[in-house]
């Protein structure tokens, strides 16, 4: 079965349904309708089907893709990938990975 992998802050908004979608680094590939693991430090917490995978640009990033990952807005957002992945331009790819919780 196919993992995503999160950081542990992420496992309770995920787990509460706040964070139902994941932004990653590059143009990535992801199962549509297949169900896939969720882990967080080598374990895994929940179960997800993937629903959408979206590639767009840094750049286009808006505030409702930002809510959807779980922050208040694109600034917040851009500012853990920046976390997360160190310095991303605008330019940059992304993958917008949406999943929906089936077991946790």
């Known amino acids: 079965m196919e993992r995503i992998n999160f950081d542990s802050e992420y496992v309770e908004p995920i787990i509460s349904g706040r964070k139902i979608t994941t932004v990653r680094r590059g143009i990535k590939s992801y199962p549509v309708g297949r169900i896939v693991e969720l882990t967080a430090g080598g374990n895994t917490f929940a179960l997800a089907r993937v629903n959408k995978v979206v590639v767009k640009r840094v750049r286009e990033?808006?505030?409702?893709d930002a809510k959807r990952d779980g922050f208040e807005t694109r600034d917040e957002l851009i500012s853990a990938l920046k976390r997360i992945y160190g310095n991303i331009k605008g330019e940059e790819f992304v993958?917008?990975?949406h999943f929906e919780i089936v077991k946790s």
């Open 61 to 64: 990033l808006s505030d409702e």
């Open 95 to 97: 993958t917008v990975v």
